[in-house]
């Protein structure tokens, strides 16, 4: 591959592969079964099938495709394990990993953004890239006063390929859809897409990016790699050493994905409070737990900007919430513009839908897991015909705090953590914690 498929046809054409692909291994399937294989073996062997093209396919085409299969990827903890066992590790091989430009291609755009004789800002630089994602990959190189450095170069049509496959994803809702049951995949792919032209610009990656940096140098708890340099389609970063949280999921000890869900969310809930901002995209790929204990975070392409910190209208509500005050629940995200004036919500699904987010906040220690996940997401499923999820409006200044509260708790169930979660949400959600009532007040007189 040389180049990202960039003509809207043969995009178009590979994304279309996808259903038709599941269409012919089922009816292989069905031939199998006449011949004498049990219908259980055969339906293994065909998701298996299926989950390896989804890899392919989405991986190659890498820009929106390769984003939404990331996105994906996070959702998997929410299938019930009979139907995720062929997809969850083809999904999360996605979080960090997909095929990579070759090294030509990689010279020809390193010649056009930084000069022919770009080399000279190197001492060393290594043509195999350590990660390859949605719009761009990454490379190690050693900058030219003798620092590592990690060089992120974005693939050449990035831009028209994520607005293609957007267009495109859209039309195959039905198959990802059978995927991941109760998921609602065009508004995945509508809040992915308007997050393009953010995370197409480097330059506005790097002043986020070294704000957080800047925040969290020598902090016990996180690092955040300073950027040295950057255009819109470079952005050369300190380099950072650990293991990628996928591998703390899938091989990591109790205690590492104890510490690594703890460190995730102290990072999520501090951050509006410590920069001004939020990190918006936390799938398992940009995050590494480091040989000191720190957790280092990656990528920040999407960021929510909070300047005035995490809205206190999250803290008080799940206050409310648990007190059991609904009525005040109701009237609360009537206010905010989540529940529009002329519709009435069934106030027992209202309360099944939030269950995920404020359960982990009543009690002094919580445990995520997949069963736990299954479970929510089976409720909600069998509330939907109530309409309760579609009566839901999400203000657009909430969208990405939902996206990163919904991903947040897909990768706390794949890790399965266990921890004092409550306390975060005590020290850094404003409006969570009792000692903090007199502006609640209009919330629970109404």
């Known amino acids: 591959m040389s180049d990202l498929p960039r003509r809207a046809m043969t995009r178009s054409a590979k994304l279309a592969a996808l259903p038709l692909g599941f269409a012919g291994r089922t009816a292989l399937g069905l031939g199998k079964r ?103 990959q990454v490379h190690k190189a050693v900058w030219h006063d003798g620092r590592p450095v990690a060089v992120k170069i974005q693939y050449p049509g990035a831009g028209k390929a994520l607005l293609s496959d957007f267009n495109q994803l859209a039309r195959l809702g039905k198959l990802f859809g059978a995927l991941l049951p109760g998921l609602d995949v065009r508004s995945v792919l509508s809040e992915l897409r308007e997050r393009v032209a953010e995370e197409l610009d480097y330059l506005s990656e790097a002043e986020a990016q070294h704000a957080f940096a800047q925040e969290f140098r020598d902090d016990p708890d996180f690092f955040v790699p300073d950027v040295i340099a950057a255009n819109e389609q470079i952005l050369i970063t300190e380099w950072m050493s650990g293991s990628a949280l996928s591998r703390i999921i899938t091989d990591g000890t109790t205690e590492e994905r104890d510490l690594a869900g703890l460190l995730l969310v102290r990072f999520l809930f501090c951050s509006p409070a410590r920069v001004g901002m939020l990190h918006a995209d936390p799938h398992p790929g940009n995050f590494r737990m480091m040989e000191d204990g720190r957790l280092g975070v990656l990528d920040f392409g999407a960021v929510n900007r909070l300047p005035d910190g995490y809205p206190r209208m999250f803290g008080t509500l799940t206050r409310i919430f648990n007190q059991g005050d609904m009525e005040a629940v109701v009237q609360g995200l009537r206010d905010e513009g989540f529940i529009r004036p002329h519709i009435d919500v069934d106030v027992d699904a209202l309360r099944v839908f939030l269950a995920p987010y404020v359960e982990p906040t009543r009690v002094e220690e919580f445990t995520f897991s997949r069963e736990w996940l299954q479970r929510q997401a089976a409720a909600v499923a069998d509330l939907r015909p109530g309409n309760v999820v579609r009566q839901l409006n999400l203000p657009p200044s909430y969208v990405l705090i939902h996206r990163v509260h919904a991903a947040g708790v897909g990768v706390l169930c794949q890790l399965g953590t266990t921890a004092r979660f409550r306390d975060e949400v005590i020290t850094w959600v404003p409006g969570f914690s009792d000692e903090e009532p007199e502006e609640d007040t209009a919330l629970t007189t109404v």
């Open 34 to 136: 006449i011949g004498g294989k049990s219908a259980e073996i055969v339906a293994q062997e065909i998701q298996q099938r299926t989950a390896e093209q989804i890899f392919k396919v989405l991986g190659e085409l890498k820009g929106g495709a390769m984003k939404f299969g990331q996105a994906l990827s996070i959702f998997e903890a929410a299938l019930p394990t009979e139907i995720a066992g062929p997809y969850r590790a083809t999904l999360t091989r996605l979080q960090d990993a997909a095929p990579a430009l070759p090294a030509p291609v990689v010279h020809k755009v390193l010649a056009e953004q930084l000069g022919d004789d770009w080399r000279e800002n190197f001492l060393e630089f290594d043509d195999a890239p350590t990660a390859a994602a949605s719009i761009g």
